[in-house]
């Protein structure tokens, strides 16, 4: 168990790194949605969280959908196209699953702290169905969907947004505040709140597109510490919101496509300030990621474009050599000025498709997927056809990659496994949860968790740390015990190899000499645990070094011996008395 930190210990900077370059730390693992080859279409591109840590997923398919013994028919009958809505407990115990068609394509899931609910997605034909409940709808339109905590169909919203033809998907759906943000017109975006009532709307001021497509690709959203919002989305061509001048400037430019970003007021009344970036390659399906952290710095992700200098802030990186993108992290500050950008560091296309914030705020996680050949995040390389194809990394808010890890397996029988990872969420406490696309018969398993049946989708949590339970450590500060490294396990201190009740947090106020441990135990993923040596407390009891004249001191106390006592006034009188309150002498 210590093998690995034994040969690190000798340079502690390199124990940093490299423990993030291996790190993993699955904690639970489920998997859903079609068996066979053809498993589900796009797998679980999106997730969302309630408050209670529950998890929502969606995958599309048009057979039926299995996952932790419970089997669901689509909508519509075979062949129908369906969402398939999944709830999850934060321990990864399925809750139900709902079919949403006959035809419908998913697009965006979020919650509300309610633990509604709402799927956007787009509908074919003029009915939709979510389980036995049935409306009457226009197709070819967007719309967005209410689910209740227990799985029912609450309302459906015509967002008024048609289809768009090609892959491209107008995917952003954003919720902050009780309203919903999404696009609803080929140039607009509006709000509503959680009733469904319509409450404010931002239309683009002009647009010339350079496309046989007339509309803008709104794709992300997120929410300020004041309520303001940042809008992510694609155009193609000259473009303008508000009085912000026109952008990209350039007839050359203006013919690329281009990633936008808007900030505006939480009404969608005043926009604060617009810019264009690129040349950056379209999403298709996926959204553009968009985070803030507490300073509310914005962080993205972009598909570098080919041959073409792309300036970004101080960076400016060109794309010599992958025709069909690389993806980069970007960070800009709150007034939208690009402070850096940071391209993947791979041979081969290698895409980012969610982006996390950790709870530390010091760096953030993103996950993907690699087409082939290596990707290099700080010390780690992954390898695509021994682990999958999928990966988590993380960056630090400075820009400086620090690690990564795989979502998969080295190829199996019967077909070489793909795992993709498309989204993610923190659950707190250290934990995040990711899911993405099964693909192939092949089994599959993360770290140490359980191999699961292939099926069309994963879901898993994470702690981003060491498979391997630390071998810990305490010191004495004072009258307080501190045990090290920091763990995300269970701890629990022992006093003469006794477990001490309660006492499982990082550290104690020991109130009885003696020989003091404690032990890690990884309960879950990779099981096991380790105990550190014995530290010998002799000073409980002991007087404070802190008390003054005319503080009453008694030591030690309890006693069964000798009792030392300083600060006793003149012609006081003390009482000495056992456990049980009866009086011993006075």
């Not at 041959?307 to 025709?323: C, H, S, V």
Request: aromatic fraction near 10%; hydrophobic fraction near 40%.
């Amino acid at each position: 168990m210590h093998r690995i930190l034994t040969q690190l210990t000798f340079v502690a900077t390199c124990l940093l790194i490299t423990a993030r370059a291996g790190a993993q730390g699955f904690t639970w693992a489920t998997s859903g949605g079609a068996p066979g080859v053809a498993n589900s279409f796009s797998g679980a591109l999106d997730l969302a969280r309630d408050p209670d840590g529950n998890i929502f997923l969606f995958n599309d398919g048009n057979t039926p959908q299995q996952c932790q013994g419970d089997t669901v028919l689509p909508s519509g009958g075979p062949g129908s196209i369906n969402a398939f809505l999944h709830k999850f407990s934060s321990a990864s115990e399925l809750q139900w699953i709902r079919p949403v068609g006959p035809q419908f394509q998913p697009f965006s899931i979020r919650c509300d702290e309610a633990g509604s609910a709402y799927l956007l997605g787009r509908t074919l034909v003029n009915t939709i169905i979510v389980a036995d409940t049935a409306l009457n709808a226009t197709a070819q339109r967007n719309y967005l969907l209410k689910i209740s905590p227990e799985g029912d169909l609450i309302w459906a919203y015509d967002t008024g947004m048609p289809l768009t033809g090609g892959v491209s998907r107008t995917t952003m759906l954003h919720y902050s505040n009780g309203l919903l943000y999404f696009q609803s017109a080929n140039l607009a975006i509006a709000c509503i709140d959680t009733a469904g009532n319509p409450v404010s709307a931002l239309a683009a001021a002009s647009y010339a597109p350079q496309t046989a497509f007339l509309n803008l690709w709104f794709k992300n959203a997120v929410s300020l510490s004041n309520g303001d919002l940042i809008i992510a989305g694609e155009h193609r061509g000259e473009l303008a919101f508000g009085n912000e001048p026109s952008q990209p400037g350039d007839a050359a430019a203006a013919a690329m496509n281009r990633y936008f970003f808007l900030r505006c007021s939480a009404d969608l009344d005043s926009i604060r300030w617009y810019r264009s970036h690129g040349h950056f390659q379209d999403r298709l399906i996926h959204h553009i990621p968009l985070v803030v952290d507490a300073a509310d710095n914005v962080y993205s992700c972009a598909t570098l474009g080919f041959n073409t200098p792309i300036p970004f802030g101080p960076d400016q990186i060109t794309n010599t050599a992958l025709p069909n993108g690389i993806d980069a992290v970007l960070k800009m500050d709150a007034d939208g000025t690009p402070l850096w950008m940071r391209p993947i560091d791979s041979p081969a296309s290698t895409y980012a498709y969610g982006l996390v914030v950790k709870d530390d705020g010091t760096s953030l996680y993103l996950c993907g997927q690699q087409s082939s050949s290596t990707a290099t995040f700080g010390p780690a390389t992954i390898t695509a056809s021994a682990t999958g194809k999928g990966f988590i990394a993380e960056i630090s808010t400075e820009g400086t990659y620090l690690g990564g890890f795989h979502t998969g397996v080295p190829a199996q029988l019967p077909n070489a496994l793909q795992s993709f990872s498309f989204a993610l969420v923190a659950q707190g406490n250290g934990r995040y949860v990711v899911s993405g696309l099964l693909n192939t018969l092949s089994p599959w398993e993360l770290s140490c968790t359980e191999r699961l049946p292939n099926r069309g989708f994963f879901l898993t949590e994470f702690t981003g740390l060491p498979d391997e339970v630390p071998e810990p450590q305490i010191t004495q500060v004072g009258n307080t015990l501190i045990a090290s490294p920091v763990f995300t396990g269970t701890i629990q201190w022992l006093l003469d190899e006794v477990a001490i009740l309660g006492a499982n947090g990082q550290s104690i106020e020991p109130i009885e000499n003696g020989s003091y441990s404690v032990i890690y135990t990884n309960e879950t993923g990779c099981t096991g645990s380790d105990t550190s040596s014995v530290l010998d407390v002799t000073t409980a009891g002991l007087p404070d070094p802190r008390g003054t004249a005319g503080t009453l001191e008694a030591w030690p106390n309890p006693t069964v011996g000798f009792l030392l006592v300083r600060g006793l006034p003149f012609n006081a009188r003390l009482t000495l008395t056992d456990a049980m309150g009866r009086t011993m002498r006075t």
